[in-house]
């Protein structure tokens, strides 16, 4: 772009914080580490050396950016570093420069005022702990230094610290096997609400900070885009007494004969073929994160082949509002994309109204046969489903691929005529369960009608009378039909998970039908108002429901999380079902969602270091049988300081967001909000109490550890949130909330939380394009050579929308291109090809392509947002036209229409740092908090 315009605003302010130096000594993975090892194996997988830069093996942009801190042990990604003292933090952030915009009016451009601290510092000298039970020779530890931040005077609130990893977990050297930067699992994978674990449950009660892991196994859809290393010579290694797997943490014995478990300290004899001098080459000594080939003991069968039933709507509304036309459309364009490399795969197709209608699909070798209906009332009691030519309806994907083709292209004129409105779902769902009983797989149901006969049938809830008030929940958000639940346990116990996809403008009870999905390992998606009509709703469900077929889910899988002794599993939150009381059971293991595990302390930790690790027994897709293994090593401590220093805001939000589910589905919402603000509450009078006792006054500041400086901020996001907060919330819409909350990964529920705003008429001139440069981590937003660069993210609030600006504001659900009432002219031609607001046409749809380079750097970013890796969502766009100083210019009338004033309030709601619904804005939220403390 060497003829860029330069009309355009300068940087705001150098997004390059605080340049820092890399460390040349630090070993690079694929490289050498530092005992002089290279980290290879004997294991073909070359890729997991290559240059990809999502591998987890490369120095992350954390690491980079922690080395520049002073070589810090911040091995935050799984680097442990030697320790030693450390220089206190010297990042210095440059301010915002008050530039003005040539898109400006007069006011000077208001841009986030960056905060100069960081939410956590080097290591203090002095505050080392002893180091007990470690072998022999290692050196002390030291735990981070704890910084406090009057977050009443900390605003706005810094935002940018939202993207920063969590505190480091400080190990002492002596703490692995081999000297492996990434012995530790990556937060990526795991992250602990607490990076250093108290030593005993009373200190765990009264820091009053809740201990839980926010477990995410898969960072992304498929594995080419994270590969783990994998162990493929069939040597698995395991305590004879925990059964925990051979990894980093062990301790060898010198004569190489034994190796001591880091869980329960049993010595265990090493299996004849590693006792050989490249024993400390081997992945599962040298990563936190590995993956075995299982061998025929780990398989209660043959590994099964990816076996797909379809349940699809086929009543009149279905068809009128398009969902099945696309639907088949969309399957019939995904064909390739449904992992089948083995050719192993196999699909059904249903149709479901009043009644089934089956497809028997021939292979297409036999030329003899053609695609046959078969429709079938189902039985009005508990008989048996009656299931026509079974053989012929679960086909393979390969060898039918010309029929299932010919059947997807026909399938909508089959109930082109179809006037039936009656859905039943629950006769469908058995049938599908008959189908798979015996091999496993999934079902994924399609529709637009709340199930109005048979087994499953549900009626419309009373949402007037209750919505808003304490019964709510209970009357609105739980289940209104057991069938489901027990429903789903049992397809849970066949290996069958069921993934719904809801679209439809009426009432479809998405609190009882995700009851489905939840205990199977699924997912419920929601498409409210969906019609196709309108192209962006087509876009966004084809795009997702595409990307859904094409995820490499697991099969047939459990997952096990074991912990030091005298440490446990308490509770377990995500979409699974407990088999015993710590085995999760999956009959498909999807890659878009994470799961949390509260831990409990049952006896004093006397160990210094303690040790998680979480064992995934599944089937790839691509029919081998695997076990994933990610393990966790967390210092321990007396000190409430040092639990204070190293605690992680974001993971603590993950669990405080959970229990909130919780208490809104067991008690009301009243309760989940209670929950939130006596949390925080209680978080803030122990700090005060016992952190910066003495200290304060009765005009104390509102002090925090700085790095949960967000963690206010956070928790009162999550009580606005549509998911909890108060006020009329349709009930679908609530629960499809709930549904995410309970299941999306770390980034994602923290943007669901707190949206991201981007300033777009006043980005940096490189902002939109794509990064030119080297690949660079040392940013705390890493820069990739050839990916689209973001402008830095604003606070979520309308003091910093200007009335000429332009603002992308994603709330992981939809993406509002927020464009001023007074914006220039310039502005609205480079943008939107017009030049007076008014002719704006706001709502959902896309930006039309202009060639200019502004437009193209606009839709850069939003292609670029909606990228979401570890995630198939894509997000609508929707165009907002905000306040002018004349409003009632807008429109061309007197009034602004209805959908823009509904429009711009739905929007506005995203900015939760602002006062809305009689809800306090962030700043009247914190002096309530400090009135309440004082009370
Ligand atoms: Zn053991």
């Known amino acids: 772009m060497s003829n860029r315009r330069r009309a355009y605003p300068q940087p705001a302010y150098n997004p390059n914080l605080g340049a820092v130096q890399s460390n040349p000594g630090t070993p690079q993975a694929g490289g050498v580490a530092p005992n002089g090892f290279p980290i290879v194996n004997n294991n073909n997988n070359n890729n997991l050396l290559s240059s990809n830069t999502n591998a987890p093996y490369q120095a992350s942009p954390y690491d980079q950016l922690n080395q520049g801190m002073g070589a810090m042990s911040l091995n935050n990604n799984g680097y442990q570093q030697p320790m030693q003292s450390q220089p206190f933090l010297q990042q210095q952030q440059q301010q915002p420069l008050q530039q003005q915009s040539v898109y400006s009016a007069a006011q000077p451009v208001n841009t986030n005022a960056l905060n100069t601290n960081l939410p956590y510092g080097a290591q203090a000298p002095g505050m080392a702990v002893g180091i007990n039970g470690m072998p022999s020779g290692q050196l002390d530890v030291q735990m981070n230094a704890l910084y406090s931040t009057d977050v009443m005077k900390d605003l706005p609130p810094p935002i940018l610290d939202l993207q920063f990893p969590p505190p480091p977990i400080n190990l002492p050297a002596s703490a692995t096997v081999t000297s492996s930067p990434e012995s530790n699992v990556q937060p990526d994978f795991i992250r602990s609400t607490l990076n250093v674990v108290p030593s005993s449950s009373s200190l765990l009660k009264k820091s009053k900070l809740p201990f839980a892991l926010v477990i995410r196994p898969y960072l992304s859809l498929t594995d080419e885009e994270s590969p783990v290393p994998i162990i493929n010579d069939g040597i698995i290694t395991r305590c004879r007494r925990c059964r925990s797997y051979l990894n980093p943490f062990v301790e060898i014995r010198q004569d190489g004969l034994k190796w ?143 029929n299932i083709e010919k059947l997807l292209s026909n399938f909508s004129s089959y109930f082109m005529s179809n006037q039936s409105t009656d859905l039943d779902l629950g006769n469908a769902l058995r049938s599908g369960h008959s189908l798979l009983e015996k091999i496993g797989g999934k079902m994924i149901v399609v529709s637009s009608t709340m199930p109005n006969i048979g087994k499953g049938k549900l009626t419309v809830r009373d949402e007037v009378s209750v919505a808003g008030k304490s019964k709510e929940s209970t009357a609105l958000l739980t289940a209104n039909n057991s069938f489901y639940k027990s429903f789903a346990i049992d397809c849970n116990k066949s290996q069958i998970t069921v993934d719904m996809f809801l679209a439809s403008s009426t009432y479809q009870d998405v609190a009882t039908l995700s009851n489905l999905t939840k205990f199977t390992a699924g997912q419920t998606h929601f498409y409210p108002a969906w019609n196709a009509s309108n192209l962006e709703d087509i876009t966004k469900f084809s795009k997702e429901f595409s990307n859904h077929l094409s995820m490499e889910i697991a099969l047939e899988a459990v997952m096990r999380i074991r912990c030091s002794d005298g440490l446990k599993g308490n509770a377990y939150f995500g979409n699974f079902f407990s088999r015993s009381s710590d085995l999760l059971s999956f009959p498909s293991f999807p890659r878009d969602q994470s799961y949390v595990v509260e831990i409990g302390i049952d006896n004093d930790v006397r160990r210094s270091v303690v040790y998680f690790q979480t064992a995934v027994l599944h089937t790839t897709c691509h029919g081998d049988r695997r076990i994933r293994v990610l393990t966790l090593a967390l210092p321990t401590s007396k000190d409430l300081t040092s639990v204070y220093a190293s605690a992680d805001q974001l993971a603590i939000t993950n669990y405080f967001a959970h229990i909130a589910v919780d208490k809104t589905l067991t008690s009301s919402l009243d309760s989940a909000r209670d929950y939130l603000n006596k949390s925080i509450l209680d978080i803030l009078l122990l700090y005060k109490k016992e952190i910066v006792a003495g200290n304060v006054g009765s005009s104390s500041p509102l002090q925090l550890s700085t790095n949960l400086r967000m963690l206010p901020l956070l928790v009162q996001s999550l009580i606005k949130h549509i998911a909890f907060r108060n006020g009329i919330v349709p009930s679908d819409h609530r629960a499809a909330a709930i549904n995410k909350i309970g299941s999306l990964p770390l980034p994602e529920l923290i943007q669901y939380i707190y949206p991201s705003i981007y300033s777009l008429h006043d980005m ?72 007076t607001i008014g002719e704006i046409l706001t709502g959902k749809h896309e930006l039309p392509e202009l060639d200019n380079e502004f437009n193209i750097r606009v839709r850069n970013i939003i292609n670029k947002i909606r990228e979401g890796k570890g995630s198939i969502r894509y997000e609508n766009l929707y165009i907002v036209v905000g306040p002018s100083s004349n409003e009632r210019a807008i429109g061309g009338g007197n009034e602004m229409s209805r959908d823009l004033i509904a429009l711009r309030m739905w929007c506005m709601s995203a900015l939760v740092e602002d006062r809305s619904n009689n809800v306090l804005g962030y700043k009247e939220f914190l002096g309530q908090l400090k009135n309440k403390m004082n009370s």
């Open 764 to 835: 940096p001139d490189e902002c939109g394009l794509p990064y030119e440069g080297e690949d660079d981590y040392e940013d705390i937003i890493p820069k990739i050579h050839g990916e689209t660069i973001l402008p830095e993210c604003i606070n979520a609030t309308f003091n910093y929308l200007q009335k000429y600006g332009l603002y992308l504001i994603q709330t992981n659900n939809e993406l509002f291109l927020y464009i001023g009432g007074d914006s220039v002219e310039q502005l609205l031609l480079d943008v939107f090809g017009l030049s």
């Open 260 to 402: 001591k478990c880091n869980f329960c300290a049993l010595l265990n004899d090493l299996p004849a073929a590693l006792k050989s001098n490249s024993l400390l080459n081997r992945y599962e000594l040298n990563y936190g994160v590995t993956e075995f080939m299982a061998t025929p003991e780990y398989m209660v069968r043959a590994p099964q082949s990816l076996n797909l039933v379809f349940l699809l709507d086929v009543t009149r509304n279905t068809i009128q509002n398009g969902l099945l036309a696309t639907t088949v459309r969309t399957i019939l364009d995904s064909l390739d994309r449904i992992p089948n490399d083995q050719g192993r795969t196999n699909v059904c197709f249903i149709g479901v109204d009043k009644r089934l209608s089956y497809f028997s699909i021939p292979p297409d070798s036999d030329s003899s046969k053609d695609i046959s209906m078969m429709v079938v009332a189902p039985p009005t009691d508990d008989d048996d489903i009656i299931i026509p030519s079974p053989d012929d309806l679960m086909v393979n994907l390969k060898y039918c691929r010309n």
